[in-house]
């Protein structure tokens, strides 16, 4: 019988509007007990939004701790270093009778050229260990080398994420594409399914955590990758609907 025990590896959001806030939330949300292993530290400094990564041995202890909770599911977020990425990895390959959802945060993205060009080389090594994988347009296109400009872009990355290596792919566009559609194109390597909501102009921090934190909730639930992620899509749109100054809100407010 399958546990209620859900893991994510992810960040601390200060601001507690995504990361492993929105990943708890979303789980607790969905019925199940949620457990974390904090992969990095985040602060408001002189030079904007930080990142501080979880010491290598301090991240070690934590994945040892809970190497026997039975658990039924695993969501991966941001995964500051390639250190961490290769703990995170050896991980889910231990766990491979489970479903995990890969969100590739590619938090190096807009800096140095050769950081980003090693997580992305440990990132592709994921994609036969995990059941499907939640790029948005940039880091779809960091992770394919191509650029995005169009629904036929999309369509060609999702193929191209799938020949290397990933079972499910689902890139989400936002409003990137069109400020009036929200975009996403799933793909499991026989079909290609476009997925459209309208825009919400409202905050949506949060919205990437949450979606890969439901579809990972819905996958434990039972249901196909395709259900799991048009289900994931509308919950993160009721979320958005619900979003407060820090982000989006997973739970009925009063």
Known sequence: MKSKYILALSGNDIFSGGGL???LTTYTVNGLHGFVAVTCLTAMTEKGFEVFATDNQIFAHQLKSVEKVPFSGIKLGLLPNVD???QALEFV???ADIPVVLDPVLVCKEAHDVEVSALRDELLKFFPHVT?????????ELLTQSKIQSLDDMKAAAKKLYDLGAKNVVIKGGSRLDDAIATDVFYDGTELVVLESPVLHRNNIGAGCTFASSIASYL????SAQE?????KSFVHEAIQKSDDYGVVQYETN
């Open 21 to 23: 806030h929105a990943d």
């Open 84 to 86: 961490i990425a290769e």
């Open 93 to 95: 390959k231990n766990h």
């Open 132 to 140: 499907i994988i939640t790029p948005n347009l940039v880091e779809a």
């Open 220 to 223: 434990v639930a039972g249901k």
């Open 228 to 232: 799991a992620v048009r289900d994931a």
